[in-house]
């Protein structure tokens, strides 16, 4: 599931960031601008008669849509020792938050557990492979840290279906559940 960054200046701004990250430093591999998301629950494999059962279960949430702004560069585990670079929320965080909660009650039903990590809404934007200078990739991640993309409407959560592939992965949309429109 994922809530999807759609805006062409955002994904422009990214792609710039992107640019700033020091592949001397780490081997990296950055993320296509146009398969940038806010990761909300990864299913892995899972039947299409569970899919349909997800959906119906989902539909049950209501929410407002609301702005987050894009911003903030991170890494996990850690800036030290990275292997997720991402792009976090900077305004807002707190309702992306108390959505994903209302999705894990609601998955809750289908005997999906809450996943053990706290949440932190983030789009992945690079995966490292090798760091090659541990200084220098935290020096890097340090200084594009602050980095801001811009603002975004939150009015919908998107179940996709990824298919991996040699050349990465390729996302299809299957469905969204809408915020509720006043």
Excluded: C
């Excluded at 081997?27 to 806010?38: A, G, T, Y």
């Excluded at 890494?75 to 994903?100: C, Q, Y």
């Excluded at 949440?119 to 991640?141: C, E, G, Q, S």
């Amino acid at each position: 599931m994922s809530v999807d960054i759609e805006d062409k200046d955002h994904l422009s701004r990214i792609a710039y960031i992107q640019s700033k990250l020091d592949r001397d430093a780490a081997k990296m591999k950055l993320v296509e601008p146009e398969n940038i998301h806010f990761t909300w629950r990864f299913f892995g494999d899972t039947p299409i008669s569970k899919v349909e059962s997800i959906r119906n279960e989902l539909e049950q949430i209501r929410f407002n849509p609301f702005t987050i702004r894009i911003g903030g560069v991170g890494a996990f585990p850690s800036k030290r020792r990275p292997r997720v670079v991402w792009i976090g929320v900077t305004h807002n965080a707190d309702a992306m938050r108390e959505l994903k909660t209302m999705t894990d009650d609601r998955l809750g039903n289908l005997g999906y557990p809450p996943e053990r990590r706290e949440f932190t809404p983030h789009a992945t934007i690079a995966r490292v492979r090798i760091v090659r200078n541990k200084d220098a990739i935290l020096r890097n991640l340090e200084a594009v840290s602050h980095e801001s993309v811009g603002t975004m409407i939150v009015d919908a959560i998107r179940m996709t279906k990824s298919t991996l592939t040699p050349s990465g992965p390729i996302y299809e949309m299957l469905w969204e559940i809408g915020a509720t429109k006043e």
